[in-house]
């Protein structure tokens, strides 16, 4: 039994501990038994593996990189966060094989995207993202080891701030691995469609902006084209009494649209008043594209207009603040 006032000393010493304990340090033993399922991307044909977990031991091979990390060899790490650090260690190194196998598996999908350049070599972008990936987890798994539980600092008196700077800095850490896969995903993107992908916005240093800019309007012309006779038909049935079935397959048949794109124009949604296909929208986009592709062409062109100069009898505002003070 403990000793009277005992409970919510303990209690607060948990929450001056970061209150962290329930969500961020895995206490196996505590919430029951849990081990991760293994990276989805291992095995996976078609997909490069750059990583795989057998029998506790992680290995990575890609490239000219090789490593292996045993789950005995960082156990040690976790002895004061949970009662099972065995279960936490292959927790780690299971979720580690997955980040870098979902990296692989993220720069072979590039290549659907767009052109890749041709300098581009996704095996060594792999090869330093697993580098750097890999240092990064040693340093949080490091930063953990340094680490103590609210199980132990709770009810004893412990050296509480201690363990909250170090906390922070593992938290760092763990922030630091994030970090390195969103800046990562960027700059191996960046590197392999240095002009952005085919679903992305147009942009000015594309050689090929302008043969993109006229394949855009003329798609957007055509929609436009039998949105019109569409929109006649739909209006001329609608008035006779026609049934949405109807209308659809006399859309279909007479414009040569899909039966879904039929269906936006002639079912009415929650939002919408009146049947038809609205234009206003791809019209504008057509005007924007068209000045956007006239400034192009004016500037390749050499078309810029020439900024104004000062007369030579008007005197600049430098030369007045000097004169004033010479005279002052």
Request: charged share 30%; glycine share 8%.
């Amino acid at each position: 039994m403990l000793p009277p006032g005992t409970g919510p000393r303990v209690c607060d010493r948990r929450r001056s501990d970061g209150g962290r304990a329930d969500h961020r340090r895995r206490v196996d033993g505590l919430a029951g038994s849990h081990r991760a399922p293994r990276s989805h991307h291992c095995g996976r044909r078609g997909v490069m593996t750059a990583a795989i977990v057998e029998n506790g031991t992680l290995v990575v091979s890609v490239g000219d990189f090789a490593a292996s990390i045993a789950a005995k060899s960082i156990e040690h790490q976790f002895d004061a966060l949970t009662h099972f650090p065995d279960r936490r260690a292959n927790i780690e190194l299971d979720e580690l094989a997955a980040r870098l196998n979902d990296f692989a598996a993220y720069v072979e999908d590039l290549a659907g995207k767009g052109d890749i350049a041709p300098e581009f070599n996704g095996v060594a972008e792999v090869e330093a993202f697993a580098r750097r990936h890999i240092d990064l987890a040693r340093r949080f798994w490091t930063a953990e080891g340094r680490c103590m539980n609210w199980f132990i600092t709770g009810p004893a008196r412990f050296p509480v701030a201690q363990n909250e700077k170090r906390m922070k800095v593992a938290d760092a850490r763990r922030a630091d691995l994030t970090a390195h896969q969103v800046k990562a995903r960027k700059a191996v993107k960046r590197k392999a469609l240095p002009h952005g992908a085919d679903d992305e916005p147009i942009r000015s240093g594309d050689p090929a902006a302008v043969e993109k800019i006229k394949a855009k309007i003329e798609v957007l012309a055509r929609s436009i084209d039998k949105a019109k006779p569409a929109n006649a038909i739909i209006r001329r049935m609608e008035k006779d009494g026609a049934d949405d079935a109807a209308m659809i397959k006399a859309v279909v048949a007479q414009t040569g649209m899909s039966a879904a794109i039929a269906v936006r124009g002639v079912v009415l949604a929650d939002w919408q008043w009146k049947r038809g296909f609205d234009t206003s929208g791809n019209r504008a986009e057509i005007r924007r594209l068209q000045s956007r592709l006239n400034h192009w062409r004016g500037c390749r062109s050499g078309e810029t207009r020439a900024r104004p100069s000062r007369p030579e009898s008007e005197p600049s505002r430098s030369s007045k603040t000097s004169a004033w003070r010479a005279f002052r």
